[in-house]
């Protein structure tokens, strides 16, 4: 039974205006909640059958009450659902095909499966887009999927891609773990909140009616029952239309409904409720145990009554309250055969330790869980493993023989459960088993690693030690030491590290360790190059990079640091070359949105941009979202404003305004505030750009190459303000950057490094008025490995200062070289500071022909080109009408009538 939608009609608005937005490009997720049957399916349902008129593929998929037993239970069942067009996409990720029936993947059981399933179905989103993703009863979501839909809540920006869950507010208790994640999905503008309260009586009344018949009396005694819940006032329907009484409370209600069937009926459904909302057929008559005619005619009779419905090839109840009412009503005894019953049939391990352990088979639960645990870790659910292991873990000490049945001791599945809930982002969790555990080199290498990622040192040290003295075979030994080194590099032990990591090298060549191997390798690259040995660096990476570990997170982090060794070396092309080996690598993995997946990226976004490929840096940088809610999202999203500062784009005031929360964070402050240091001089605020600048320097350590270009922002904005008040401490802290590096005993700065520090120089000299001209000479010949805008910059700096010494052609000429390159890059800040210096000193072209400002330049050259308006204010990130306006004002500057003769006349004025 289900009446037409009533008295919803602002919510399914509030959902389509989501659907719509989905549709225009922005992604959007909404969440739908209310108590049980107020209305939630329904309207969704209204949102589905919207999609599919609106041309989009819909998935949907459903939550069961077995919790975290089941890993992505929702997501499998909504690709075993899903249209052909996307069944036939899943094929292009395998990652994501593991989760359909009769099909395996190789994958590794590490951490970063979870992220390639969630990059992978981030890529399928992408494929079949555009695409209505619906995950029900949300309130009974296992870990992995809660983190799946906080990934996809943050992750999908410009897609058309729109994700609905529906969840129960009467079953979110105060510790209720869907509870901190819609706090903190409800924060996100991404996300629209939808909360279904009763219906109003009226309201209510119409919904009746769209029921049946009804008389007045009848009516009114409905309405005032339900209390404006449409499946109490349908059930109170159907049992009026029945002829039976009503009883108090809407649980007596649906047994009264379920005590009408036949005593065969009423067998069939209390198995089907010990099932669970959803049942196969075949396992249902196995475990009702009736003949086949007996079986099927009783299943027509729960059909006929409303009370299943059919579903594939089984059976699901109508509504999760009639389950959970029959369920309720079973017997002890009752519900403990049944569910014994149901495990004899199953295979699935975590569905197997469910009914094991509510049946109260403790042997089988514990084997089951502990196969459940493995099946989770392939599955790439590390949190699922987790608690898995741990149920197994705490039925340990009551079954005889648990080591055989668990098929590893209990030591070993304890560590597989420390290593899972560190692969689960948990870390401290990882730690604290970690110490529980006899003391062993496996698990002191495991702790070192743990505690070295947050942040002990000093307890990264001392278990990385123990590790290598009481490691007993040489692969123990290998990982060990590879471990220890790494452990050392950033402290006052950093010279222990060469010899460490050739130990190593050596005993990990022996036994064939390659994950150790490389690990080795790139520590001792990474150690190499802060002490100035670039080649031997170079040689190292590469050599850690030609080898396939079988770690993806080892093969990509290879990869990002050798691209980064040859970017840090001024070697673009090569940089370029090797980045885009890895991405490709990331992107097959689906490990896109990976720690180095993402590094890789922004790498790639800063070659672009140091090689003058803005458009492409650009692209790249579109990708960054800057809707951010947590710390590693606001971080990359930092990376973009390299790109949209130098271009002025009207972006860079709402990323900033999204970043500033997290400027509590060094690296977050670093990067976003030294930014916003050259936004606010581009636009004529040096004060806030000297408080930026002076704010991300003092998130760096003493000896940082990070601050140089910070202290050349701090005295190009000291400039601007005319003071010189802390000038010479900013010189010195630049130059023991410079000389020293971050260990005091001295570094190695790339090409990129020695030009700032050179920058620093000339900067400070010109506070002083000294407008040194053969220091600026030198500036550009130090960014002229490739850094194209910098060399615009220095010479913009050159020609100021050649023109202060009488040497006006010249000065005229790098002048000319600044703009042309300003132009090229569309850097409309830097284009309007040359186009005002050239006016004062009166260049030729100092202002372009009939007065064009900056922008319309801009506008000019994507005229000429071709554009149309839209194209062009998409272009450029303004609004059409605006372009429109500067349109209008070239053909006037330029006194012609048509795009096609502006064109013509800024191509003869060399304008583009």
Same mark, same amino acid.
């Given at each position: 039974?289900?009446?037409?939608?009533?008295?919803?009609?602002?919510?399914?608005?509030?959902?389509?205006?989501?659907?719509?937005?989905?549709?225009?490009?922005?992604?959007?997720?909404?969440?739908?909640?209310?108590?049980?049957?107020?209305?939630?399916?329904?309207?969704?349902?209204?949102?589905?059958?919207?999609?599919?008129?609106?041309?989009?593929?819909?998935?949907?998929?459903?939550?069961?009450?077995?919790?975290?037993?089941?890993?992505?239970?929702?997501?499998?069942?909504?690709?075993?659902?899903?249209?052909?067009?996307?069944?036939?996409?899943?094929?292009?990720?395998?990652?994501?095909?593991?989760?359909?029936?009769?099909?395996?993947?190789?994958?590794?059981?590490?951490?970063?499966?979870?992220?390639?399933?969630?990059?992978?179905?981030?890529?399928?989103?992408?494929?079949?887009?555009?695409?209505?993703?619906?995950?029900?009863?949300?309130?009974?979501?296992?870990?992995?999927?809660?983190?799946?839909?906080?990934?996809?809540?943050?992750?999908?920006?410009?897609?058309?891609?729109?994700?609905?869950?529906?969840?129960?507010?009467?079953?979110? *208790?105060?510790?209720?773990?869907?509870?901190?994640?819609?706090?903190?999905?409800?924060?996100?503008?991404?996300?629209?909140?939808?909360?279904?309260?009763?219906?109003?009586?009226?309201?209510?009344?119409?919904?009746?009616?769209?029921?049946? !018949?009804?008389?007045?009396?009848?009516?009114?005694?409905?309405?005032?029952?339900?209390?404006?819940?449409?499946?109490?006032?349908?059930?109170?329907?159907?049992?009026?239309?029945?002829?039976?009484?009503?009883?108090?409370?809407?649980?007596?209600?649906?047994?009264?409904?379920?005590?009408?069937?036949?005593?065969?009926?009423?067998?069939?459904?209390?198995?089907?409720?010990?099932?669970?909302?959803?049942?196969?057929?075949?396992?249902?008559?196995?475990?009702?145990?009736?003949?086949?005619?007996?079986?099927?005619?009783?299943?027509?009779?729960?059909?006929?009554?409303?009370?299943?419905?059919?579903?594939?090839?089984?059976?699901?109840?109508?509504?999760?309250?009639?389950?959970?009412?029959?369920?309720?009503?079973?017997?002890?005894?009752?519900?403990?055969?049944?569910?014994?019953?149901?495990?004899?049939?199953?295979?699935?391990?975590?569905?197997?330790?469910?009914?094991?352990?509510?049946?109260?088979?403790?042997?089988?639960?514990?084997?089951?869980?502990?196969?459940?645990?493995?099946?989770?870790?392939?599955?790439?659910?590390?949190?699922?493993?987790?608690?898995?292991?741990?149920?197994?873990?705490?039925?340990?000490?009551?079954?005889?023989?648990?080591?055989?049945?668990?098929?590893?001791?209990?030591?070993?599945?304890?560590?597989?459960?420390?290593?899972?809930?560190?692969?689960?982002?948990?870390? *401290?969790?990882?730690?604290?088993?970690?110490?529980?555990?006899?003391?062993?080199?496996?698990?002191?290498?495991?702790?070192?690693?743990?505690?070295?990622?947050?942040?002990?040192?000093?307890?990264?040290?001392?278990?990385?030690?123990?590790?290598?003295?009481?490691?007993?075979?040489?692969?123990?030994?290998?990982?060990?030491?590879?471990?220890?080194?790494?452990?050392?590099?950033?402290?006052?032990?950093?010279?222990?590290?060469?010899?460490?990591?050739?130990?190593?090298?050596?005993?990990?060549?022996?036994?064939?360790?390659?994950?150790?191997?490389?690990?080795?390798?790139?520590?001792?690259?990474?150690?190499?190059?802060?002490?100035?040995?670039?080649?031997?660096?170079?040689?190292?990476?590469?050599?850690?990079?030609?080898?396939?570990?079988?770690?993806?997170?080892?093969?990509?982090?290879?990869?990002?640091? *050798?691209?980064?060794?040859?970017?840090?070396?001024?070697?673009?092309?090569?940089?370029?070359?090797?980045?885009?080996?890895?991405?490709?690598?990331?992107?097959?993995?689906?490990?896109?949105?990976?720690?180095?997946?993402?590094?890789?990226?922004?790498?790639?976004?800063?070659?672009?941009?140091?090689?003058?490929?803005?458009?492409?840096?650009?692209?790249?940088?579109?990708?960054?979202?800057?809707?951010?809610?947590?710390?590693?999202?606001?971080?990359?999203?930092?990376?973009?404003?390299?790109?949209?500062?130098?271009?002025?784009?009207?972006?860079?005031?709402?990323?900033?305004?999204?970043?500033?929360?997290?400027?509590?964070?060094?690296?977050?402050?670093?990067?976003?505030?030294?930014?916003?240091?050259?936004?606010?001089?581009?636009?004529?605020?040096?004060?806030?750009?000297?408080?930026?600048?002076?704010?991300?320097?003092?998130?760096?350590?003493?000896?940082?190459?990070?601050?140089?270009?910070?202290?050349?922002?701090?005295?190009?904005?000291?400039?601007?303000?005319?003071?010189?008040?802390?000038?010479?401490?900013?010189?010195?802290?630049?130059?023991?950057?410079?000389?020293?590096?971050?260990?005091?005993?001295?570094? *190695?700065?790339?090409?990129?490094?020695?030009?700032?520090?050179?920058?620093?120089?000339?900067?400070?000299?010109?506070?002083?008025?000294?407008?040194?001209?053969?220091?600026?000479?030198?500036?550009?010949?130090?960014?002229?490995?490739?850094?194209?805008?910098?060399?615009?910059?220095?010479?913009?700096?050159?020609?100021?200062?050649?023109?202060?010494?009488?040497?006006?052609?010249?000065?005229? !000429?790098?002048?000319?070289?600044?703009?042309?390159?300003?132009?090229?890059?569309?850097?409309?800040?830097?284009?309007?500071?040359?186009?005002?210096?050239?006016?004062?000193?009166?260049?030729?072209?100092?202002?372009?022909?009939?007065?064009?400002?900056?922008?319309?330049?801009?506008?000019?050259?994507?005229?000429?080109?071709?554009?149309?308006?839209?194209?062009?204010?998409?272009?450029?990130?303004?609004?059409?009408?605006?372009?429109?306006?500067?349109?209008?004002?070239?053909?006037?500057?330029?006194?012609?009538?048509?795009?096609?003769?502006?064109?013509?006349?800024?191509?003869?004025?060399?304008?583009?």
């Amino acid at each position: 039974m289900n009446g037409l939608l009533v008295g919803r009609s602002a919510e399914l608005s509030k959902l389509v205006r989501v659907l719509e937005s989905a549709a225009d490009g922005t992604a959007g997720v909404a969440l739908v909640g209310g108590d049980a049957g107020i209305g939630k399916t329904r309207l969704v349902g209204e949102l589905v059958a919207e999609a599919r008129e609106r041309g989009f593929h819909v998935m949907v998929g459903q939550c069961a009450e077995l919790g975290d037993a089941l890993p992505y239970l929702p997501l499998a069942d909504a690709l075993r659902g899903a249209e052909p067009g996307v069944r036939e996409a899943v094929a292009a990720h395998p990652m994501l095909g593991q989760l359909l029936p009769g099909r395996e993947s190789g994958a590794p059981s590490a951490g970063l499966t979870q992220q390639r399933l969630f990059g992978s179905l981030l890529g399928l989103l992408a494929d079949v887009q555009p695409v209505l993703f619906v995950i029900e009863d949300l309130h009974w979501a296992d870990r992995s999927t809660r983190d799946l839909l906080v990934f996809l809540s943050r992750m999908l920006q410009s897609e058309r891609v729109c994700v609905a869950g529906t969840y129960r507010t009467d079953d979110l *208790h105060r510790r209720h773990p869907l509870r901190a994640v819609l706090a903190e999905l409800k924060r996100l503008p991404s996300v629209t909140n939808v909360e279904l309260g009763p219906l109003e009586s009226g309201e209510m009344s119409d919904y009746v009616t769209t029921l049946g !018949q009804v008389d007045a009396q009848e009516l009114g005694l409905i309405v005032s029952r339900a209390e404006g819940n449409p499946f109490y006032a349908e059930e109170l329907f159907a049992a009026m239309s029945e002829g039976d009484s009503l009883p108090d409370g809407l649980a007596s209600l649906l047994l009264s409904r379920v005590e009408v069937l036949s005593e065969a009926g009423q067998r069939v459904l209390r198995a089907a409720a010990v099932a669970g909302r959803r049942v196969e057929d075949d396992l249902l008559r196995e475990v009702a145990g009736l003949p086949l005619a007996e079986f099927e005619e009783a299943v027509r009779e729960i059909v006929s009554r409303g009370l299943l419905k059919v579903q594939g090839h089984g059976y699901a109840f109508r509504h999760a309250l009639l389950q959970e009412a029959v369920y309720t009503d079973l017997l002890p005894g009752e519900r403990t055969r049944l569910h014994a019953d149901f495990a004899r049939l199953l295979t699935s391990p975590a569905e197997l330790a469910h009914h094991h352990l509510a049946g109260h088979d403790l042997a089988g639960a514990l084997a089951a869980s502990a196969q459940a645990g493995r099946e989770a870790e392939r599955l790439g659910a590390p949190a699922e493993a987790h608690n898995h292991y741990d149920q197994a873990l705490g039925l340990w000490d009551r079954v005889e023989g648990a080591a055989g049945l668990a098929g590893e001791s209990r030591v070993a599945l304890a560590f597989r459960s420390a290593v899972a809930a560190a692969d689960s982002g948990d870390n *401290h969790r990882a730690v604290h088993r970690l110490r529980a555990l006899p003391s062993t080199s496996e698990v002191e290498e495991r702790l070192a690693y743990y505690l070295f990622e947050t942040n002990d040192p000093p307890g990264a040290i001392a278990a990385a030690e123990r590790a290598v003295e009481s490691a007993e075979d040489e692969p123990s030994l290998a990982r060990a030491l590879a471990t220890q080194a790494r452990t050392l590099l950033w402290t006052p032990r950093h010279h222990e590290v060469e010899p460490l990591t050739a130990r190593a090298l050596e005993t990990a060549r022996a036994c064939g360790a390659v994950d150790a191997e490389v690990g080795a390798l790139l520590t001792l690259a990474s150690y190499v190059e802060q002490r100035g040995d670039v080649a031997r660096a170079h040689s190292l990476v590469e050599s850690a990079s030609a080898r396939e570990t079988g770690d993806l997170a080892m093969d990509l982090r290879a990869r990002f640091h *050798h691209a980064r060794i040859h970017y840090e070396q001024g070697l673009l092309a090569q940089a370029a070359e090797v980045a885009d080996d890895g991405i490709k690598l990331a992107v097959h993995t689906g490990l896109n949105w990976s720690t180095y997946g993402t590094d890789l990226r922004f790498l790639r976004l800063l070659i672009h941009y140091v090689a003058g490929e803005w458009d492409a840096a650009e692209a790249v940088a579109a990708g960054f979202g800057a809707r951010v809610g947590t710390l590693s999202e606001a971080i990359l999203s930092s990376f973009a404003l390299f790109i949209e500062v130098g271009r002025g784009l009207p972006a860079v005031e709402a990323r900033l305004g999204w970043l500033r929360p997290f400027w509590h964070d060094p690296l977050a402050t670093y990067m976003s505030r030294g930014m916003a240091a050259e936004h606010a001089l581009w636009n004529g605020d040096p004060a806030a750009a000297l408080d930026h600048a002076h704010a991300a320097m003092a998130t760096l350590d003493e000896g940082e190459s990070g601050t140089l270009r910070l202290a050349a922002v701090s005295l190009w904005a000291m400039a601007e303000l005319g003071t010189t008040e802390g000038a010479d401490d900013l010189l010195a802290r630049a130059r023991f950057a410079a000389t020293r590096g971050p260990t005091g005993d001295g570094g *190695h700065l790339g090409p990129e490094g020695q030009a700032w520090a050179l920058r620093v120089e000339a900067d400070w000299h010109r506070l002083y008025g000294r407008l040194d001209v053969e220091l600026w000479r030198k500036v550009v010949a130090a960014f002229d490995f490739g850094f194209v805008y910098e060399v615009a910059r220095a010479r913009w700096r050159l020609a100021e200062a050649l023109l202060a010494a009488g040497e006006r052609e010249a000065a005229q !000429q790098e002048w000319s070289l600044a703009k042309e390159a300003a132009g090229r890059l569309r850097a409309a800040p830097l284009e309007a500071a040359l186009l005002e210096f050239g006016r004062r000193a009166r260049f030729g072209g100092g202002q372009a022909e009939g007065g064009l400002t900056a922008r319309e330049v801009e506008v000019l050259r994507l005229v000429a080109e071709g554009l149309t308006n839209k194209e062009i204010a998409g272009r450029l990130f303004i609004a059409q009408k605006t372009v429109s306006v500067h349109v209008s004002n070239i053909l006037a500057k330029l006194e012609v009538s048509t795009r096609t003769q502006a064109a013509a006349a800024a191509r003869a004025h060399d304008l583009l």
